[in-house]
């Protein structure tokens, strides 16, 4: 992105962010994302001046038959708002278009098996992160996942925290970090965590994160910011390092916020 592109997006996302918050947005949030009442009142602050800054710099788009409202756009702005707290004005440069389907869709999908046999299938998805600036979200697993924010699932986190993972061009677990000596610690600690992750799928363990988490380091990265937003208390018992290193990057404790008894 060019320097000069760069700033008119920066100037916009400023303008919208300075406008009043419509009072029908905040019911918006207060229905459709309870983590936000948790905040401190200085974060739904900049999480309301996210939300206006996201909504008037990405393009959505409805699908099969979706009607888009006031009230899809608000309530993904929010949740992936949310993973931009307290880091900088960045507002995740490479998206540029949020496409929602109402429900689970069907995507194509190409397997190879070992003798180089392609075979084309299709896959029910909730929700997919593309290199090219894309995310595609299911409407109903969006209020779903917000809805309940104490089972470690929500797909808006899961594929904005693609989005971040692949702002180097890469999906592979390691995101942009803001100081050059975290990457040591981050490799360790993550690395290991996920070789553990494996292990517990391979022996049917319980985890506190999603088996899914298991399948690659891109997707063992986005699974651990789910359960570090949603059962933050769960992951910093069970996994402290790795908590550490999440808290660090998102610049957020969602311990200290987190009702007690509950996951979030």
């Keep these: 992105m060019s320097s000069w592109f760069a700033a008119v997006r920066a100037s916009k996302r400023r303008k ?3 406008a009043p918050f419509p009072p029908a947005w905040d019911e ?3 229905r459709n994302f309870p983590m ?3 905040l401190s009142e200085a974060d739904r602050e900049e ?4 939300i206006q800054g996201f909504l008037a710099e990405k393009r959505f788009e409805g699908l099969g038959g979706l009607e888009l409202t006031d009230e899809i756009r608000v309530s993904i702005a929010a949740q992936a708002g949310l993973l931009l707290l307290h880091r900088g004005e960045g507002c995740y440069p490479k998206v540029k278009t949020i496409l929602v389907y109402p429900t689970a869709y069907d995507a194509p999908v190409q397997t190879q ?3 180089g046999v392609i075979t084309e299938s299709r896959q029910t998805r909730l929700g997919e992160a593309w290199t090219l600036g894309t995310v595609v979200l299911s409407w109903d697993d969006v209020r779903h996942g917000a809805a309940d924010c104490k089972d470690g699932h929500n797909v808006v986190l899961h594929e904005f925290a693609h989005q971040i993972d692949m702002e180097d061009r890469e999906a592979d677990g390691a995101p942009v970090l803001p100081r050059r000596s975290m990457y040591v610690a981050w490799a360790r600690v993550l690395g290991a965590e996920y070789e553990t992750l494996q292990d517990e ?3 049917r363990h319980r985890t506190v994160m999603d088996r899914y988490g ?3 380091p891109a ?3 986005a699974v651990a910011t789910e359960t570090f937003f949603e059962k933050p208390r769960q992951l910093k018992k069970k996994h402290p390092e790795l908590y550490e290193q999440l808290q660090a990057f998102y610049r957020q404790d969602p311990v200290e916020r987190a009702t007690p008894g509950s996951g979030c």
């Design 36 to 38: 936000a009442a948790r």
């Design 28 to 30: 918006i949030l207060e």
């Design 201 to 203: 799928v391979r022996r």
């Design 219 to 221: 997707e063992f990265f």
């Design 113 to 115: 098996s070992p003798d």
């Design 214 to 216: 298991a399948t690659n």
């Design 47 to 50: 999480l309301k001046r996210r």
């Design 16 to 18: 919208a962010a300075a």
